[in-house]
């Protein structure tokens, strides 16, 4: 099974930017694709972006143009920049990845975005 490990989270003002890193391990190289969540409380987990083995990238309407989904050469890191931050981004934020048919999540990473 894929464990994934999320940081980068924290507190950022409006019109700020942060960078999430997730690194998977026991994955040995079957990753297809991993990809970034986020949870406001009380709400559905929502997808933001995804980045295949491919380098393909998608990202949902609400994050385009202000965020980039990237990975390290090994494909076993991967990146979300935020840029140009908003209160209605806080949330909790999730890796996730899909290797052998099977989706495996990170624990989560508090991102909160206030003055």
């Known amino acids: 099974q894929v464990r994934l490990v999320e940081s980068g989270g924290g507190l950022v003002q409006p019109g700020g930017s942060l960078r999430l890193s997730c690194t998977a391990s026991?994955?040995?190289?079957?990753?297809?694709?991993m990809g970034w969540y986020r949870r406001v409380p009380g709400d559905q987990r929502d997808f933001l972006a995804r980045?295949?083995?491919?380098?393909?990238?998608f990202y949902a309407d609400s994050v385009k143009g202000r965020a980039t989904i990237s990975n390290n050469g090994n494909k076993n890191t991967v990146y979300l920049q935020m840029n140009s931050l908003k209160p209605e981004d806080t949330a909790v934020y999730y890796c996730?990845?899909?290797?052998?048919?099977?989706?495996?999540w990170g624990q989560g990473t508090q991102v909160t975005v206030s003055s």
């Open positions: 996730n990845a899909f290797s052998n048919g099977f989706n495996s």
């Open positions: 026991g994955s040995d190289g079957s990753i297809s694709a």
């Open positions: 980045i295949t083995s491919g380098g393909s990238t």
